[in-house]
């Protein structure tokens, strides 16, 4: 029989050769499926909907549960242009709207077979400036069964805005630019705090609109909008918060061309140089040349000229040093407003392990005394570095229902590339290679480098440092505070002592001094085991 032949035999059988279920598991797996299909899960999650009823977009996103790290469970854009022609006639695009109906329709439908409750939609610059835009959101509350459309005033929509992109930067210090179909909006943030706000009509489709598709009509009308700004000189020397579908498409862009080692646009960061480069080129490139360039989304290649354009004119403007890409805006924003005081205070970071975590734990308790057991290891740390400790102890139990072979690989793809908003990308990389380190991953390992490339040599040497440290607290005990409590670690100039309660049931077995020993190498201290009692 030929090879291909007796493969095939083989790859079948590897397919169909499964041993039956008895009958009665199968009765059993019947009825548990049967009970898990028609039953409500115990403690289900109240989910809020909310439409983005943009000027150049439509899109729904329907968040679960109620968390300091908004958690979207279904999101549906809608590419409408109910803009177009606003400039022209001051109304919105008859056939437009008509196409908004019916999407608004199917998201009505989407909102009350997920249960979803309020079921709201933003109307942003198109809807608050067309004169017929009142009685279109009539005919949309009207048609579509449980709507609220809210006409978000300028001021509105940029406060939204800037309290989404806080939720995931929640320190922001600059100047933030939120980019829309018919409105750019603008917003002077000051260590986490909503400053001064501003509106201009820049959309990408209003400013095309305006200079009649001519570029150089389209700067200056740039130019002289930020003009009016007065607030956008305080960025001079900081960072640019960038928003919207249009910018966001420049980074992916820019990430694309870069071959970045992680593809997420939320807190990509470049610096002022290689954002004016981006922008100049995009800027000019013909319709032809953007087609070509690598991770460009087809429906938005005729808005992103005038994107680049935008961004350009806003880094003369600010005299910013960074630009720093935000996925968060309006919706997160407005989910935000929905949850308590108290949650809304949280740090993301640390709220993200927990919420990572639950049911995975071995002890709830444990994170609290692993940040206590590692500090001694780190005498001098910043709050940014405790922070990230503190976030490693959360995390640090994660892969403990994973497969053993595949623990480290699996707990450090889960930390890179989790949904978590408030971790820019060098926390993700710190926390997944120290995790992955916990789970004693070789250091040579080719999974880690996307986390290498975004760390410098002293960075990803405290991250093996904290892995190595969690990875000696978990052999002794056993994920448990009480046998933790056991043990103490102790540094001075030359020694690290790891001091143990004999009588606990702890020990100094092969593993804990081989452990130890790493640790000790790490931070160049001779390591010593003391027991008592």
């Not at 999650?45 to 943009?54: E, N």
């Not at 001051?90 to 989407?110: C, K, N, P, Q, S």
Request: overall charge neutral.
């Amino acid at each position: 029989m030929p090879s291909g032949a007796a493969g095939l035999r083989i790859a079948a059988v590897c397919v169909t050769g499964h041993t039956p279920l008895p009958s009665v598991l199968r009765l059993r797996y019947a009825d548990d499926m049967t009970r898990m299909l028609h039953e409500p899960a115990p403690g289900a999650l109240r989910r809020r909907a909310v439409v983005d009823l943009g000027s150049n977009s439509v899109r729904l996103v329907v968040f679960q549960g109620e968390s300091r790290n908004p958690m979207q469970i279904f999101n549906e854009k809608a590419v409408l242009r109910l803009a177009r022609g606003l400039i022209r006639t001051g109304r919105l695009d008859e056939a437009a709207m008509d196409e908004t109906v019916t999407v608004m329709r199917r998201y009505g439908a989407i909102a009350r077979a997920m249960g979803a409750a309020p079921f709201e939609a933003l109307a942003t610059s198109a809807v608050r400036d067309a004169e017929n835009g009142p009685d279109f959101v009539a005919r949309l509350e009207a048609e579509i069964p449980g709507l609220k459309v809210i006409i978000l005033s300028g001021e509105q929509e940029a406060r939204l805005s800037a309290e989404g992109v806080l939720c995931g930067i929640p320190g922001a210090d600059g100047i933030l630019a939120d980019l829309g179909g018919g409105s750019l909006e603008l917003v002077r943030l000051s260590e986490g705090r909503i400053g001064p706000a501003a509106t201009v009509p820049i959309g990408v489709i209003r400013l095309a609109e305006r200079a009649q598709e001519d570029r150089a009509r389209a700067r200056a009308i740039v130019s002289d909008e930020l003009a009016g700004v007065p607030f956008l000189g305080d960025g001079e020397g900081g960072d640019l918060f960038v928003s919207g579908g249009a910018f966001r498409a420049l980074a992916r862009i820019h990430i694309a061309q870069t071959g970045y080692p992680l593809a997420m646009v939320h807190h990509y960061t470049v610096g002022r140089d290689e954002a004016r480069d981006l922008s100049a080129v995009v800027g000019d490139a013909s319709r032809k040349l953007i087609e070509r360039m690598p991770g460009v989304a087809r429906k938005r290649i005729d808005d992103l000229p005038f994107a680049a354009i935008i961004l350009r004119r806003l880094l003369r403007a600010t005299g910013a040093s960074r630009v720093v890409f935000s996925a968060n805006g309006l919706r997160e924003g407005w989910f935000l407003r929905q949850l308590p005081e108290a949650m809304r205070t949280q740090d993301p970071l640390i709220a993200a392990g927990r919420d990572l975590t639950v049911g995975l734990l071995r002890d709830p308790a444990l994170p609290g005394a692993l940040i206590a057991w590692t500090a001694t290891l780190f005498p001098d740390e910043s709050a940014s570095h405790r922070r990230l400790r503190e976030g490693a102890c959360w995390f640090s139990d994660i892969g403990n229902h994973e497969h053993p072979e595949y623990r480290a690989e699996q707990a450090f793809l889960r930390v890179l590339r989790q949904t978590g908003v408030g971790l820019d990308h060098h926390a993700r990389a710190f926390l997944a290679l120290t995790l992955a380190l916990r789970y004693e991953a070789p250091v040579e390992s080719a999974f880690l480098a996307p986390a290498r490339a975004l760390l410098d040599m002293a960075t990803a040497r405290r991250a093996e440092t904290l892995g190595a440290a969690l990875r000696l607290a978990y052999t002794l005990s056993a994920g448990t505070p009480a046998l933790l409590a056991a043990t103490r670690l102790l540094r001075d100039d030359s020694r690290l002592v790891l001091f143990l309660d004999a009588r606990s049931g702890v020990f100094a077995g092969d593993p804990i001094e081989r452990r130890l020993a790493r640790l000790g190498s790490l931070v160049g201290l001779e390591a010593e085991i003391r027991a008592a009692g």
